[in-house]
C-alpha cells in the first residue's frame, strides 16, 4: 500500500471517534439551560458531567475507534485498543505525579498499533503448548505488553513532545490571521482528497492547553472551546460563513446555470445538497460537482476559505462546534461563542461573492457543472439504493475486485487489487459526483450522505453468493424503462421483463456469455440462452419483420457469444425510414426464473457498456458467469 493510502485510512479512522461529539455538544448546550431556575438543578449538573465526560474520554474514543478503522472493524483490535489505553492511564497517572494525562495523540498512536497488529497477528499459529495465547488472544496479549512499555517511555518523553506542541501552538498564535489563512487553505485542499481529518486533528484535538476549574488540563482547540476557554474557536469560526453561506451559494449557481430541460432535477439534488450543508456543514458533494470539471476554480474556493479564517480572526469571533460548521452546531453552541453573530453578516457577504463569482464563471468557462451536459446530474439515490448497489459493485470491478471498502459520511473509502478495472463512465452514470485515485488501489468515490448505506449494500452483497446476471447495453443510444415501449405486447410484459434502447448507431451486441437460440429469418431479432437457463430475446425496432434487406447477422443459431460481440448489423437510416419506431427491447422471456432485477439511470449507453441491468435469479444451484 501506497503512502498516499495508507493516509486515507487512517484519515477515515481518526474521523469515526468524532461522531460521538454531537451528543457532548447536545449535552452541554441542554447543561447551560436554566435548570436551576425551574426547579431541577440536579439536570444541569448531569448534562454538563455527561457532556465533559465524553471529552475527558475522548482519548479512550480515539484509541478504540482508530483500531477499528485500520483492521475493518475488528472488535478483537477495538478492545486490544481499549486495553492498552486503559494499561497506559494508569502507569502515567501513579508515576507522572499528574503532570502526564491522556491524550487524543496517544489514543491515535495505541489504535494505530492495536490495528496493525491485530492485521498482521490475527492468524498466528504458536506452539500447541501455547497455543490458547494463538490468533487473535495473541494481539491482546501483545499490546497489553507494549502499553506498559510504551508508557513508561512516554514517562521520559511526554515532556518533549509537550513542548514541541506548545513550540507550534506558539508559532501558530506569533503568525496570527496569516497562520489561519494557511490553515484553511490547507483544510479545504485536503477535504479533496479525504485527509483533512488528519490536519483538524493536530489543531482540534492537539494544541493548545487549558486548565478547568476542576484542574483537569484539556488540549485541542475544540475541547477548549467546550471547556469554556475564552480563547479557543479561531481554528472553527472562519469555517461557518463558508459551510453555512459560501457553498450552498454554489448549489445555486449551478441550478441557475442548468439547461431548461434538466433544471427540475438539478434543482432537487443540490437545494437538498444546500440544505444539507447549511445544517449540518456536509459539503463534499457540492464541492465535488465542479471539483473535477475546474479544480482552478476549487483552488480559488480553497483561498476564499483561507481569508474566512483570517476575517473570523481580525473580528475576534470566537466559535466552534462538535461535528461541522453548520446551522445546528452554531446554534447549539452560540452560549459558548464570542461575537459570533458577526458570522451572519460574513457568511451573508460571502455568500452573494461566491454566487456571483460562480455563475460567472460557470458561464465564461463554460465549466460542465451538473445539468450542462447529459447525464452529469447527480441521482437521487432515496429509496433506490438496494437496486443499484449491485450495479456499483460491477463497476468497482465485480466482487474479487475488492479488498476492502468503508465509508465516510459523503464518500465510499476503498482498496482494490486492480484500479484499472473500474468503470469511470458507470460510476458517474450510477451517481457518483467524481472518483479520486490515491495511487496502489486505493480510491474515493463520492456519493453524497448515501455513501454509508451504499457501503452496507455491497457488503452484504459480497457476504452473500447469489446467483447474478449481468447485462451489457446492446447497443449505443438511451436505455427506457420496459412500458415506454411503443407496443403494447412488450410494454404491458406480454413477451418478458427487461429494458429497451433507442438506438444511434446500426450495431447490435451481445449483452451476456450465452449460446444463440434461435435468429428469425429477416434477422431483425435473436434469441439467446444464457449459461444459467435465462431466455433473452433482442429485437431491432418495432414491427421490422416484414423490412427485409435491411439486416446482416454476423452469428447463426448454435454459436456461442460473450458481452460486446457483434451481433447484427442494421440499415439505421433505413429502419428510421420504414419502421414505425427505432426502440429496441432486450427482454427476458422466462422471468419467473428472475428473485430481483437492478437498473441502471435510464440514459444514454455505450455499446456494450457493463452492466445496464441486473438480475438475482431464485435457484442458487447454477452455472458461473464468465469473466
Not at 450495479?391 to 475488492?402: D, Q, R
Not at 452484504?460 to 446467483?467: A, G, I, N, T, V
Amino acid at each position: 500500500m501506497n503512502w498516499l493510502g495508507s493516509l486515507q485510512q487512517l484519515g477515515r479512522a481518526v474521523m469515526l471517534p468524532t461522531m460521538v461529539l454531537p451528543a457532548a455538544a447536545i449535552l452541554l448546550s441542554l447543561g447551560s439551560l436554566p435548570w436551576s431556575a425551574w426547579g431541577f438543578p440536579m439536570v444541569s449538573d448531569m448534562a454538563n458531567a455527561a457532556g465533559h465526560g465524553i471529552f475527558y474520554f475522548l482519548p479512550y474514543l480515539f484509541a478504540v475507534g482508530v483500531a477499528l478503522g485500520m483492521s475493518n472493524q475488528a472488535g478483537q483490535a477495538g478492545l486490544a485498543a481499549l486495553a492498552g489505553m486503559a494499561i497506559y492511564d494508569q502507569v502515567t497517572m501513579r508515576f507522572g505525579n499528574g503532570l502526564i494525562q491522556p491524550a487524543t495523540l496517544i489514543g491515535i498512536i495505541l489504535g494505530v498499533i492495536s490495528g496493525i497488529t491485530y492485521n498482521r497477528f490475527k492468524s498466528i499459529k504458536l506452539p500447541e503448548v501455547l497455543q490458547f495465547f494463538g490468533g487473535t488472544r495473541f494481539v491482546l496479549l501483545l499490546i497489553g505488553l507494549f502499553s506498559a512499555v510504551f508508557a513508561g517511555l512516554m514517562l521520559v518523553v511526554a515532556p518533549f513532545i509537550q513542548r514541541g506542541l506548545q513550540f507550534i501552538a506558539g508559532l501558530e498564535s506569533s503568525l496570527g490571521g496569516f497562520g489561519l489563512f494557511i490553515y484553511g487553505i490547507l483544510y479545504r485542499l485536503l477535504a479533496a482528497f479525504g485527509l483533512h481529518h488528519l490536519l483538524n486533528n493536530i489543531f482540534w484535538f492537539q494544541l493548545g492547553t487549558y486548565k478547568t476549574p476542576s484542574g483537569n488540563v484539556v488540549q485541542g482547540d475544540l475541547p477548549r472551546f467546550f471547556a469554556g476557554d475564552p480563547t479557543a474557536g479561531y481554528f472553527m469560526s472562519g469555517l461557518f460563513p463558508i459551510m453555512m453561506f459560501a457553498i450552498p451559494a454554489i448549489a445555486l449557481a449551478i441550478i441557475q446555470e442548468a439547461r431548461e430541460d434538466l433544471k427540475p432535477k438539478v434543482q432537487k439534488t443540490f437545494l437538498t445538497a444546500a440544505l444539507v450543508c447549511f445544517f449540518t456543514g456536509v459539503s463534499e458533494q457540492i464541492e465535488f460537482a465542479f471539483l473535477f470539471a475546474a479544480p482552478y476554480l476549487f483552488l480559488v474556493h480553497a483561498v476564499m476559505s483561507g481569508l474566512a479564517m483570517w476575517l473570523t480572526f481580525e473580528l475576534d469571533i470566537h466559535h466552534g462546534f462538535s461535528y461541522s460548521a453548520g446551522f445546528i452546531d452554531y446554534v447549539l453552541n452560540f452560549h459558548l461563542s464570542h461575537n459570533a453573530w458577526l458570522l451572519i453578516p460574513v457568511g451573508v457577504a460571502y455568500g452573494l461573492v461566491y454566487y456571483v463569482l460562480f455563475r460567472w464563471a460557470i458561464r465564461r468557462f463554460r465549466i460542465p457543472t451538473p445539468g450542462r451536459e447529459e447525464g452529469s446530474v447527480l441521482e437521487d439515490w432515496a429509496g433506490n439504493i438496494p437496486y443499484s448497489a449491485p450495479l456499483i459493485l460491477e463497476a468497482l470491478g465485480g466482487k474479487g475486485n475488492i479488498v476492502q471498502v468503508e465509508a465516510c459520511i459523503t464518500r465510499l473509502r476503498l482498496t482494490v487489487h486492480n484500479d484499472r478495472l473500474i468503470d469511470t463512465g458507470a460510476m458517474k452514470a450510477l451517481g457518483s459526483a467524481g472518483l479520486i485515485n490515491l495511487g496502489g488501489g486505493n480510491l474515493q468515490v463520492v456519493f453524497g450522505t448515501y455513501s454509508e448505506l451504499i457501503r452496507e449494500e455491497i457488503a452484504k452483497l459480497m457476504e452473500r453468493d447469489l446467483p447474478q446476471i449481468l447485462f451489457n447495453a446492446p447497443v449505443h443510444g438511451k436505455m427506457l424503462p420496459i412500458h415506454e415501449v411503443p407496443d403494447k405486447i412488450f410494454a404491458t410484459k406480454l413477451v418478458g421483463d427487461g429494458v429497451a434502447f433507442v438506438p444511434e448507431r446500426g450495431e447490435l451486441v451481445s449483452p451476456v456469455y450465452g449460446t444463440v437460440m434461435h435468429l428469425y429469418p429477416t434477422m431483425h431479432a435473436l434469441g439467446i440462452s444464457t449459461r444459467e437457463g435465462l431466455e433473452v430475446l433482442l429485437h431491432i425496432g418495432i414491427d421490422t419483420s416484414q423490412l427485409k434487406g435491411n439486416f446482416t447477422a454476423m452469428v447463426e443459431a448454435g454459436d456461442t457469444v460473450e458481452p460486446g460481440q457483434l451481433l447484427i448489423k442494421f440499415d439505421l437510416q433505413a429502419l428510421r425510414e420504414q419502421a414505425p419506431s427505432l426502440v429496441t427491447p432486450m427482454v427476458i422471456t422466462n422471468p419467473d426464473r428472475v428473485k430481483s432485477w437492478s437498473f441502471a439511470p435510464f440514459k444514454t449507453v455505450k455499446k456494450g457498456q457493463a452492466s445496464v441491468m441486473s438480475v438475482v435469479l431464485h435457484d442458487r444451484n447454477v452455472g458461473g458467469v464468465e469473466t
